[in-house]
C-alpha cells in the first residue's frame, strides 16, 4: 500500500495530514484493498509456497491478506469489487460512524493481540511485568489518539496554521509513525528482557 501511494497508483485525501480525521479521509485503493485484487495476492502468496516450498511465508502473506480485508469489512474504510464505481462491499465505519469503527478496532487489536501473543509472551510477562507497560502504553496511546481525531483534525485539536507544503503528507506520515512504533518497542521491550536475564 505504501509504495502505491508513493508512485500515485492510490490515493488518499486530504493531502495535508493536518487536515485529515476519520471520517473525512478519502481513500482510493484499488490494487491493495479492492476484492479482486485481494484475490491477486492470496494467489501471489500460495504461489509462493508453490513455488519456493516455503510453506511458512506463502500461508502467513495469504492469512494475513485474508484477515486484513475481513477485518476492514466492518470498521474500515469503503472497499469495492474493482474500482470506485463497482460494488461496495464493507460498512465503512470511519466515514459513517468512526467511533464505533475505533472501538471496533480496539476490541479486534486485543483479539489478536492475545491470540499472536501466546503462551511465549505470557511467559515473558509472567517473568517481567514490567514489559507489560511499554506494550500496553503504546496500544492505549494509538486508541486515544486516534479518538481524538476521529472527527476533529490535529490542525483543529493544536491551533496548525494552514501551509502548503506541496507533497501529500499521508504516506510520509505512516511511515514515520510505523518506524517511530518499531523503534519505541525495540528500545523498551530488550531494556526490560536484558534487565531480566541479568
Known amino acids: 500500500m505504501v509504495y502505491l501511494l508513493l508512485f500515485s497508483l492510490e490515493r488518499t485525501g486530504p493531502t495535508d495530514v493536518s487536515d485529515t480525521t476519520l471520517n473525512n479521509l478519502v481513500v482510493d485503493m484499488l490494487y491493495s484493498h479492492d476484492l479482486f ?37 466492518f470498521p474500515g474504510h469503503p472497499h469495492h469489487v474493482f474500482g470506485i464505481e463497482s460494488q461496495d462491499i464493507a460498512l465503512g465505519l470511519y466515514a459513517t460512524n468512526p467511533f464505533l469503527a475505533i472501538v471496533i478496532v480496539a476490541v479486534l487489536r486485543l483479539e489478536c493481540f492475545g491470540i499472536i501473543s501466546g503462551k511465549k509472551l505470557k511467559m515473558v510477562f509472567n517473568e517481567n511485568r514490567k514489559i507489560k507497560h511499554p506494550i500496553i502504553g503504546l496500544f492505549v496511546f494509538g486508541i486515544v489518539f486516534i479518538f481524538s481525531i476521529a472527527t476533529t483534525s490535529c490542525r483543529e485539536l493544536f491551533g496548525i496554521p494552514e501551509f502548503d507544503i506541496g507533497f501529500n503528507s499521508n504516506v510520509p506520515t505512516l511511515i514515520m509513525t510505523c518506524l517511530a512504533m518499531i523503534f519505541y518497542l525495540n528500545y523498551f521491550v530488550p531494556q526490560f528482557t536484558k534487565t531480566n536475564k541479568n
Open 37 to 73: 485484487f485481494q484475490i491477486f495476492w492470496v494467489g501471489f502468496f500460495f504461489n509462493w509456497k508453490i513455488s519456493f516450498g516455503d510453506n511458512k511465508i506463502g500461508l502467513l502473506g495469504s492469512a494475513l491478506v485474508v484477515g486484513h480485508f475481513v477485518l476492514d469489512l
